[in-house]
């Protein structure tokens, strides 16, 4: 963008120059519709004809009017990215606050796990001096087989035998009671240990994604930032350049044009590029899309067509249109397909699919509706008049979720249906009915 600007103003200061000796520029002739009559071939040494001077009077007043849509849209993209880097510091502010919430959660999870360690450690002990006390007393009994006699011979009576002999029976049953019980208390003990330590790792990969996130949202803040600095310096830069327009030859003012095209093409590809940076950080918070194949889906076609009889008016690929921005080595590449029809035609889901975004730019996609769906992939339905849903919504192929409009880079009204797989443009074709755009697929076909 700012390559573009600098060749803009260095054009209008290498001609400001003689314009500024010669004095102020010439008075414009009065240009007539009217076919001109046939005249001799103008003297080279002559002052330019009137002809001359009503052309170069047309080419400059389209130049103008080119550079007033640009400083208009310049503005309109400030705004929008004034909107954008508040709703990403609302958004950095979330995650962050989701962040400090994970660490105390994982702070209370090592702290459990810390207590179910020393309550192991105090449980195992205490098997191991059970089981020490019942060896000792098997090892008693097999090694000294007489101090059972002792017990027997010592009792005066038959009850004090029996209480003799029953403490010794009953100690050894409470230390096979006591180790059961602590084995199982042991097994619980683990058991809990082996959930919290499951819960730990998840918690801990939550915040790994939670700051990737941010520090996504920062490089995005800083992109944002930079595109607003360039933006204001080319609103500044474009009206300086329509103040001195009347002192500019027909073939400067021809390649300002050039240079105006390449920087709006530029101003273009960003607005569309943040459009699918925010998709992305939706498809890393939301992980895959798993939606049950609704009843009425199409039984052949993974997609319906989003405008039934329209008429594709642009196709995938390589474009002539110096608007589209570069892709995949092609100076100009237009991502997705172009339906035409008349304005307020309703806009259907081409699958079922999750509301990823909703969203509006004043470049670019204008009103737009992101959509995920299953296997990794991404629709867009651009240049809309008005969206009918909104994020976070579940929708069904056929499902109507706007309606058709010219905002954006659009000339008249139309749809942008483009598709990406792993933020890829891929031709809808390939998931399409063949064919020209029909009801094929709707309602079960």
């Not at 009137?50 to 310049?74: E, I, M, P, Y």
């Not at 304005?343 to 079922?352: F, G, K, M, N, S």
């Not at 976070?392 to 749809?415: A, F, K, M, R």
Request: with cysteine; charged share 20%.
């Amino acid at each position: 963008m700012v390559p573009a600007l600098f060749c803009v103003t260095f054009l209008l200061a290498a001609a400001a120059q003689p314009a500024a000796a010669g004095g102020e520029p010439p008075p414009s002739p009065t240009c007539s519709s009217a076919s001109p009559v046939p005249s001799p071939a103008p003297d080279p040494t002559s002052s330019p004809s009137a002809a001359d001077l009503c052309t170069q009077r047309s080419l400059l007043d389209q130049v103008r009017k080119r550079l007033g849509t640009n400083v208009a849209t310049a503005l309109a993209i400030q705004e929008q990215l004034r909107t954008s880097l508040e709703e990403n510091d609302r958004a950095q502010s979330a995650l962050t606050a989701q962040v400090a919430t994970a660490r105390r959660e994982e702070g209370a999870l090592d702290a459990k796990l810390a207590e179910l360690a020393d309550a192991e450690r105090v449980t195992q002990q205490s098997i191991e001096g059970d089981r020490s006390r019942a060896a000792a007393l098997a090892r008693s009994v097999y090694l000294s087989p007489d101090s059972f006699l002792l017990l027997v011979i010592r009792a005066g009576s038959l009850q004090e035998l029996i209480a003799a002999t029953s403490d010794a029976f009953a100690a050894g049953s409470r230390t096979a009671t006591d180790e059961h019980l602590l084995d199982a208390d042991l097994a619980r003990l683990k058991g809990e240990h082996d959930q919290a330590t499951a819960a730990r790792l998840e918690k801990a990969r939550v915040e790994a994604a939670l700051q990737s996130d941010l520090a996504r949202l920062v490089v995005l803040r800083q992109s944002q930032e930079e595109s607003s600095r360039n933006l204001a310096d080319q609103t500044a830069r474009i009206r300086n350049e329509l103040a001195n327009l009347d002192r500019q030859t027909a073939d400067l003012a021809q390649r300002i044009a050039v240079a105006l095209d390449t920087e709006q093409t530029a101003i273009i590809a960003r607005a569309e590029q943040q459009v699918w940076e925010q998709v992305l950080l939706w498809e890393r918070a939301q992980g895959p899309t798993r939606l049950p194949i609704s009843g009425s889906h199409s039984t052949k076609y993974q997609f319906v067509w989003p405008e039934p009889g329209s008429v594709t008016s642009q196709p995938f690929g390589p474009s002539d249109l110096v608007l589209e921005p570069s892709y995949s080595g092609y100076a100009h590449f237009h991502t997705g397909i172009d339906l035409a029809a008349p304005e307020l035609t309703p806009v259907l889901a081409a699958d079922d699919g999750v509301v990823a975004l909703v969203g509006s730019t004043q470049s670019g996609y204008g009103n737009y509706v992101v959509l995920g769906h299953r296997a990794g992939l991404v629709t867009l339905y651009g240049h809309l008049k008005q969206p009918l849903v909104k994020a976070g919504d579940v929708v069904t192929q056929g499902e109507p979720i706007g309606l058709e409009g010219s905002t954006g880079n659009s000339t008249g009204p139309h749809l942008h249906f483009e598709v990406r797989l792993k933020d890829q443009p891929v031709d809808p074709a390939l998931y399409l009915p063949p064919g020209a755009p029909s009801s094929f697929g709707l309602n079960g076909a």
